[in-house]
């Protein structure tokens, strides 16, 4: 590992996000569970079945990530297609599939004893759409701890939002459709219409008129860092919310949350380990295959607790399994942060 890598750390809050995770766990199922039916009128205000405090919440989480997104970077993706083209295979082809074969396995078959079979199918329905979601906003966190290359990081991840944009529905609908859930197609589209395309335009906008007006330095160091917070504060305040109405759930079954982690973790360092040596296979430079296998491994959870809220509700198992993953990816995705310094090429 390189000095220069030794020294590099994650900002207080991305590194501790675990902790604060954990402690709007605690939080929300204490106010669940002190203030009961009280609180059930936020549950009730929704429109066409979007939660309106968590929608502004999520809004205020994503919008900040999408001003990362330059398309014009996506021009020169042809002088190096082979990290693009492994890492939409990952993200599009595999990785989806994968999620949802090992929510299958567990929440069907080995956890069948603790869940029952209609928990189960919304169970796989919240890894579903997690697997379905590649990251958006951490990997530039990731990439930046494995000295990844920032430009094309960016390519990559500008790629995959615009395949988001076609290819979420369909494939979620596909997988869906497999654990005979009900989709309602509908409210599945107005999901990324409200949660990936209005702030994904909102973001491209804004990126282009800053850059323009105060020039590409004072925008990466000035502006984007004071909207840090406001996706932290966004995140940790969704959570209290959901675990609030989540509470009776878990305190009848404390265990589950453990229960959801593990194919979780198993389905993110099978992705990482099957990315990365098809990186190496590939003979990419290690600063093109470490991104690349950081964003197969890790989730744009954000739209997946959206789209789990959206279809299954506040307190649905779906919802909880995004949850959990919000929980346990910071940890996972910092030990293959270690182990892709350890490896480092």
């Known amino acids: 590992m390189s000095e220069a890598t030794e020294k590099k750390k994650m900002a207080f809050f991305e590194r501790y996000l675990s902790v604060w995770v954990a402690l709007c766990i605690g939080v929300g199922i204490l106010i669940g569970y002190l203030a009961g039916d009280d609180i059930s009128f936020l549950s009730d205000m929704e429109i066409y079945k ?11 989480m994503i919008y900040p990530m999408m001003l990362q997104i330059d398309f014009s970077s996506i021009k020169g993706v042809g002088k190096a297609p082979k990290g693009l083209i492994m890492t939409v295979i990952i993200n599009w082809l595999i990785k989806p599939f994968t999620m949802a074969f090992f929510a299958w396995i567990f929440f069907e078959h080995l956890y069948s004893a603790f869940i029952d079979p209609e928990m189960a199918g919304e169970y796989i329905a919240g890894a579903i759409l997690l697997g379905a979601a590649p ?13 990844g290359d920032p430009n094309y990081t960016l390519v990559q991840v500008s790629v995959n939002d615009l395949i988001i944009l076609v290819a979420f529905i369909p494939l979620v609908g596909f997988l869906l459709g497999i654990t005979d859930i009900t989709i309602p197609y509908g409210t599945l589209a107005a999901s990324i219409i409200i949660f990936v395309v209005i702030p994904l335009v909102a973001g491209v906008i804004t990126n282009k008129i800053l850059v323009a007006q105060k020039g590409e330095k004072w925008f990466q160091e000035v502006f984007l860092p004071k909207f840090k917070p406001v996706s932290i504060i966004a995140l940790l305040l969704t959570l209290i919310l959901l675990f609030a109405f989540q509470g009776p759930n878990i305190l009848d079954n404390p265990i589950i ?39 197969g491994a890790s989730n744009f959870f954000e739209l997946a607790v959206a789209v789990a809220i959206a279809l299954f509700g506040l307190q649905s198992p779906a919802a909880l399994v995004t949850v959990v993953g919000v929980l346990v990816e910071v940890p996972v995705m910092l030990s293959l942060v270690a182990l892709a310094n350890k490896w480092k090429y």
């Open 135 to 147: 990251c958006t906003a951490m990997v530039f966190v990731w990439s930046y701890l494995t000295d």
């Open 50 to 60: 979007v939660n309106l405090p968590i929608a502004i919440l999520i809004w205020m």
């Open 257 to 295: 949350i453990l229960l959801i982690a593990v194919p979780l973790i198993l389905q993110t360092y099978f992705i990482f380990f099957i990315a990365w040596f098809a990186g190496r296979k590939l003979k990419l430079s290690h600063s093109v295959c470490s991104p690349a296998a950081m964003i």
